[in-house]
């Protein structure tokens, strides 16, 4: 609740000013007119930025990397024990139904 506050104190803020420049004519009509499309532009660059220095200032974690490949490993080798469990499963079936005249297709 609190950040929400903090938005809308800047909105009114940003908002206050820019009627105030409109009043005012310190700023020409034309450009006054603008200022929320570049402010708009500003906001998007400066996430822009900030997206940028995060993904260069990003740490390495040796260790959680070293934990992940043991988990992808393992998650591989199940796979691999799985599909070798149902294969030989699916040949027993087979066995099973051909002499009672099912149709099991190609070997």
Not at 20 to 31: P, R
Not at 36 to 53: D, E, K, N, T
């Amino acid at each position: 609740m609190k950040h929400i506050v903090k938005i809308m104190a800047v909105v009114v803020a940003i908002s206050a000013s820019w009627l105030g420049l409109l009043q005012t004519s310190i700023v020409s009509q034309d450009y006054t007119w603008l200022l929320p499309i570049y402010f708009i532009v500003s906001l998007g660059c400066y996430g822009l930025l900030m997206v940028g220095i995060g993904l260069m200032q990003f740490p390495t974690c040796p260790q959680e990397a070293l934990l992940l490949q043991q988990v992808l490993y393992l998650r591989f080798f199940c796979n691999l024990l799985l599909y070798i469990i149902l294969a030989e499963d699916i040949l027993e079936a087979k066995d099973f139904l051909k002499p009672r005249g099912v149709d099991v297709g190609s070997d």
